[in-house]
Nanobody
Framework: QVQLVESGGGLVQAGGSLRLSCASS????????MGWYRQTPGKQRELVAT???????NYADSVKGRFTISRDNAKDTVYLQMNSLKPEDTAVYYC?????????WGKGTLVTVSS
């Protein structure tokens, strides 16, 4: 089992920045990949960014150049630095951990970007 706890969401104006954090109950070294996904009402959850245990990153086209995913293995924490935020980035952001063929999810943190 892996418990994931997100923090850092909130209300920000367009063009602003936020940093999301996701703390894992299990050592990051034992998790194959970590990621951030987001979801808005009536839509499917979509990938935002992922990072493998080896540090390889992947981003949705909509956030490339604006968001950065990183991990601090010593703190068992993954971060999502979000810059140049747009109203369309408004969503609940979920932390994901994938290992041994199993997906683990946090409860989500709300990000609201006002225009």
């Amino acid at each position: 089992q892996v418990q994931l706890v997100e923090s850092g969401g909130g209300l920000v104006q367009a063009g602003g920045s936020l940093r999301l954090s996701c703390a894992s109950s299990r050592s990051m070294f034992s998790i194959n990949a970590m990621g951030w996904y987001r979801q808005t009402p009536g839509k499917q959850r979509e990938l935002v960014a992922t990072i493998t245990r080896g540090g390889i990153t992947n981003y949705a086209d909509s956030v490339k150049g604006r968001f950065t995913i990183s991990r601090d293995n010593a703190k068992d924490t993954v971060y999502l630095q979000m810059n140049s935020l747009k109203p369309e980035d408004t969503a609940v952001y979920y932390c994901n951990g994938r290992t041994d063929g199993v997906d683990y999810w946090g409860k989500g943190t709300l990000v609201t970007v006002s225009s």
